[in-house]
């Protein structure tokens, strides 16, 4: 089965510090790996993804990933948060059934001034 | 701009009552997909259709029903029965088809129903 784990509710950094938000993932095959940011009463929007190639995958927003295939993890980095990137962020995989996207239950990420 | 539109934004309704929610693209895509959203458990597949006149199944499909009749419009009905219907209700769509990298769901705003 596939399933996708971000084992973290809420994660709080002050402005300009790292961030990092955690995904774990379960696939059949080769990983299509997703994040999504989410404002309030929003839809989700796209950030980047994995799809094969240079484990560091660039996105929008200065925001990047590091795929781990060993350790099966998809983590969401950032060198220096802003106020203006708290929001909902979900992380997804795309299963065999190419059309069947699965969702982790989201990481509130909190940033302080 | 080419994009997703939901409607309506925040929808009230009684127990008892069907309620359908729209979805309308106009990027072209083959594929259109139903989330519901619920505080703490992330996003569940309600129905997703590949291509016009077909839709499957997703994880939470029962108290649930869909149609595909244009590629352009996937609206989704609430009945009766589904039991805790109150949630917020994300349409998407992506090309579909195609295995590759090219396939990246796409989200409307967002619908909030409730249940009075």
């Known amino acids: 089965a596939q399933s996708v784990a971000q084992p973290e509710d809420q994660v709080n950094v002050a402005e300009g510090n790292p961030l990092t938000v955690k995904c774990t993932y379960s696939?059949?095959?080769?990983?299509?790996l997703f994040w999504y940011v989410q404002y309030p009463n929003r839809g989700l929007q796209f950030l980047l993804k994995?799809?094969?190639?240079?484990?560091l995958v660039k996105g929008s927003y200065g925001f990047e990933a590091e795929f781990n295939k060993s350790q099966t993890s998809f983590h969401l980095k950032k060198p220096s948060a802003l106020v203006s990137d708290s929001a909902l962020y979900f992380c997804?995989?795309?299963?065999?059934?190419?059309?069947?996207?699965?969702f982790g239950s989201g990481t509130k990420l909190n940033v302080k001034p | 701009d080419g994009g997703i539109t939901q409607s309506p934004k925040y929808l009230f309704r009684k127990e008892g009552q069907n309620v359908t929610l729209s979805c309308e693209q106009n990027l072209n895509h083959d594929a259109m997909y139903w989330y519901r959203q619920d505080p703490g458990q992330g996003l569940r597949l309600i129905y997703y259709s590949q291509i016009v006149n077909d839709f499957q199944k997703g994880d939470i499909a029962e108290g649930y029903s869909v149609s595909r009749e244009k590629k352009e419009s996937f609206p989704l009905t609430v009945t009766s029965a589904q039991k805790n219907p109150t949630a917020f209700y994300l349409c998407?769509?992506?090309?579909?088809?195609?295995?590759?990298?090219?396939?990246?769901?796409?989200f409307g705003a967002g619908s909030r129903l409730t249940v009075l």
């Open positions: 997804a995989v795309r299963g065999p059934d190419f059309n069947k996207f699965y």
């Open positions: 994995y799809i094969t190639g240079d484990n």
């Open positions: 998407a769509s992506s090309i579909g088809r195609v295995a590759s990298g090219a396939n990246v769901l796409t």
């Open positions: 696939v059949s095959g080769n990983p299509y």
